[in-house]
């Protein structure tokens, strides 16, 4: 166990028509989603297969009855809105009132980041397509997480976790984690309280938004830990675990980070490491006023009674995974662990050192720097307009427009993906989850196929009445590897189904 | 400087010319670090949109998961 397992990310994007506020947004995000479709060439017929879906299953082990739950809950209900699968494996559809990118199931945290800056690509490219159509107005996508008015929205990281865990140990290693992290993942936000209000810079999108250190909502009362329950694999062997207090990243390396780390440190757990000692005194608190003070200095207040700031407390947690690692592997560690227990390392010594040494690779840093440079030659107070604006549009998918994206074109943003892998990632799937067999099923078998999900592709095959469902509810089955042959083999999705069945 | 020496018995240390060196040449970094963030705001003006207030005002979400 290491920074490996099959994990994601889905990413619900802010979307906007300028000058026009009360457009309305759920109609909108299925043009941007449609547009690209029919771009792709998508089979729009393709539809998003729900049968397996258990939003309301709750990892404490219960059932919330479907009658008592904000409707905002009832994520299995959406047939009538846009949502397609592409042969990448990903999900691209809409989410209460977002166009929103599901990355395919990747196994190593420089895959997720791939997989995810192709969907923020795949974003740039749908809504562009959106916008050009006739008759159609301007739409803007941003990837971030809160309209400053009182609205958040969620960038949500999805890791398989074996059920042997006992879900009380993931809550309680985890939770001072999240509550730290954002030291080099959060996006920076000019703004504080939910509604914004407040005048200032934090680190963190997310952060005023969380109320909870553990619970199933993730629409209001947001927790901390989520406790949803819908493995899309077998229940007995695995969780997915539902993380949904993250920061919209830009930044490759945040990214990298943030999935690297979070997938590190649930390995130590998963193998039992002692984290007690990590453990804060009133995390929903803590994760606030970590967020409110970008100099880093807060003191955060432990259970044993130590008072170290964010950045000690991820040392802490570096130190932990160091020796746990070393225990572990040895000399045997794989280089995506090693990797990214290096950048950690290297990270939080320059967070402690001098952090506005990583505005060319953390979103916050680059994103005050800018900020503070607008304060000091226009004369700027935190509550104007322009810096709201900076913040906002540091996250415009716009390659010509996103002000991210206007640092990485100036050299002044550093990058850890070659152009052309993106691109590529746009249409071709990871080889080693079952993402493999349900986007190549897609190439190569578009026109059969009726329905796919995680974990079943549907097809409508010549001589049958009914649908059939090919159930792929192993993530580590349908990797290049296992399936390649056997599609190659088969000319037409009847040849396939007639070989699985035989 | 050995005047300076006798007449200030305390443990503060005396400013040398070592120290107004580095005092200058922070001062010049940071003129530089500001002149270097400067260039780069000149190119985001160039994008930024128009209006900032409305923009943002304009600027309103769902809430969503």
């Known amino acids: ?502 | 400087m050995s005047e300076r020496e006798t007449a200030h018995k305390t443990t503060r240390p005396e400013p040398t010319q070592d120290e107004d060196v580095d005092v200058a040449v922070a001062s010049a970094s940071t003129e530089q670090l500001d002149a270097d963030v400067d260039a780069i705001l000149d190119e985001i003006d160039d994008v930024l949109e128009t209006n900032a207030a409305e923009f943002v005002q304009g600027f309103v979400q769902k809430g969503g998961q």
């Open chain 1, 1 to 502: 166990m290491s920074v490996r397992r099959v994990m994601g990310t889905e990413i619900e994007y802010g979307i906007a028509v300028p000058g026009h506020p009360n457009v309305n947004a759920m109609v909108l995000s299925s043009q941007v989603v449609t547009a690209y479709a029919l771009e792709s060439r998508a089979p729009v017929g393709a539809r998003w297969d729900y049968e397996e879906e258990h939003p309301l299953r709750d990892a404490r082990g219960f059932d919330l009855d479907r009658a008592a739950v904000d409707p905002a809950a009832l994520t299995d209900e959406d047939p009538a809105l846009a949502n397609v699968i592409l042969t990448n494996g990903a999900r691209l559809y809409v989410d209460h009132a977002h166009p929103e990118f599901s990355t395919p199931e990747v196994m190593r945290p420089i895959d997720a980041v791939l997989w995810d800056k192709a969907g923020e690509r795949i974003m740039a490219r749908a809504a562009a397509r959106a916008s050009s159509m006739p008759g159609a107005q301007p739409i803007n996508i941003y990837k971030n997480n809160t309209d400053n008015k009182g609205a958040s929205y969620g960038s949500h990281e999805n890791y398989l976790l074996s059920r042997a865990t006992p879900f009380e140990d993931v809550v309680a290693g985890i939770i001072p984690f999240f509550v730290t992290r954002q030291v080099f993942c959060g996006a920076g936000r000019v703004g504080i309280g939910q509604d914004g209000r407040g005048s200032g810079f934090q680190l963190s999108q997310r952060a005023d938004f969380i109320e909870a250190e553990v619970g199933l909502e993730t629409t209001l009362k947001r927790p901390l830990v989520n406790t949803r329950d819908e493995p899309h694999a077998d229940p007995a062997e695995y969780r997915r675990f539902h993380v949904i207090v993250g920061d919209a990243n830009l930044s490759e390396l945040a990214t990298l980070l943030k999935i690297g780390t979070t997938s590190l440190v649930l390995a130590m757990i998963e193998a039992g490491w002692a984290l007690d000692h990590l453990r804060v005194v009133d995390p929903v608190t803590e994760v606030r006023a970590v967020s409110h003070d970008p100099t880093l200095g807060h003191r955060l207040r432990l259970l044993d009674g130590r008072r170290l700031t964010a950045v000690e407390l991820q040392q802490e947690y570096l130190e932990a995974s160091r020796k746990f690692v070393a225990d572990t592997y040895g000399a045997e560690v794989d280089p995506d662990t090693e990797d990214i227990l290096v950048r950690w390392e290297d990270v939080l010594r320059r967070l402690a050192d001098r952090p506005e040494d990583l505005a060319g690779e953390l979103d916050w840093v680059a994103k005050l720097q800018l900020l503070e440079g607008y304060r000091r030659r226009d004369g700027l107070d935190w509550d104007h307009p322009t810096l709201a604006l900076v913040d906002l549009q540091y996250s415009d998918v716009r390659v010509d427009k996103g002000l991210y994206h206007r640092l990485v074109a100036a050299g002044r943003m550093r990058t850890l993906l070659a152009d052309s892998a993106v691109e590529r990632a746009m249409t071709v799937p990871p080889e080693d989850t079952r993402a493999w067999f349900r986007g190549e099923c897609l190439r190569r078998y578009a026109d059969s196929i009726r329905a796919a999900s995680w974990d079943s592709v549907v097809f409508e095959l010549k001589g049958r009445t009914s649908l059939t469902r090919v159930p792929t509810l192993d993530p580590f089955r349908g990797t290049r590897l296992h399936v390649e042959q056997l599609l190659d083999d088969c000319a037409t999705a009847e040849d396939l189904v007639a070989a699985l069945e035989g």
